[in-house]
């Protein structure tokens, strides 16, 4: 918890349970909000259009083992996301055996399509909190972008 002053009033044990309780919120909201109906893929098709829209590209173990899915289901969904035009494969220079994966035009406009309704099925409810509440998450937004960064980021 923070004092009035703005400084760190919690302990280790109290910070851990924090971490594992938003940890625990932020996959679950996630999911739910992920589940959109009628878009024709998977969650998991979606967080990897937008693992490729960050990092720009990436070979296919590596997005298996990012995703927890095995290769071959990764390649398949891979084919399947090309099929759409939505990825497209090249040779990976460092490695002529393994080929990169990255976004496409149209891969990032179908995830922009598929954010917009996914945030379209939060916004309503968003609608229903006081002004303090939604002043509160967006808040919370910032930090745990913040915190985000810095886990990502080696020398963070």
């Known amino acids: 918890m ?12 109290e910070t851990d349970v924090l971490a594992l309780d938003l940890t625990r919120a932020s996959g679950r909201f996630s999911r739910i909000a992920g589940r959109v109906p009628g878009v024709g893929y998977s969650l998991v098709a979606w967080r ?11 070979r296919v173990s590596d997005l298996a083992q990012q995703q927890r899915i095995s290769q071959p289901s990764m390649t398949g969904l891979v084919q399947r996301l090309e099929g759409e035009r939505w990825v497209e494969r090249r040779a990976d220079p460092d490695d002529r055996r393994a080929s990169l994966v990255s976004i496409t ?8 399509d598929y ?10 409810h968003l609608a229903e909190l006081t002004d303090f509440d939604r002043a509160t998450l967006a808040r919370a937004v910032e930090l745990m972008q913040r915190i985000g960064d810095r886990i990502g980021d080696p020398s963070g």
């Open 2 to 13: 923070l004092d009035m002053s703005g400084e760190k009033s919690l302990r280790a044990s």
């Open 48 to 58: 990897v259009l937008a693992e490729l829209e960050q990092s720009g590209s990436a």
């Open 105 to 112: 035009a149209a891969g990032r406009s179908a995830l922009d």
């Open 115 to 124: 954010r917009r309704m996914a945030a379209a099925r939060v916004s309503p």
